[in-house]
């Protein structure tokens, strides 16, 4: 299995366990950890925005962390379906 393969389902693994997903095995499951990272994404646009935006610049930085891990499991599941 390649190094960047198998660094994408550790860190697949780990998403999906904080996110409640079950174990990892093929590009399903990134697929589901995918959709619960962009749950999360809405979950946080409404949080922050019940809050005024106020979080002293954490609830942003958080989202931008979301969204970063949203892009790379849409490559990741592009590029294990290939």
Known sequence: MKKSTLT?????ACL???LGAKEVRDWRDI???HENI???????ERAR???NYDMQGHG????QFLRQAEQELELAVKAMRQ
């Open 60 to 63: 942003a930085k958080a989202e």
């Open 16 to 18: 999906s366990t904080l």
């Open 31 to 33: 697929h589901a950890v």
């Open 38 to 44: 962009k749950n999360a994404i809405n979950e946080m």
């Open 49 to 51: 925005s019940a809050n």
């Open 8 to 12: 994408l389902l550790t860190v697949a």
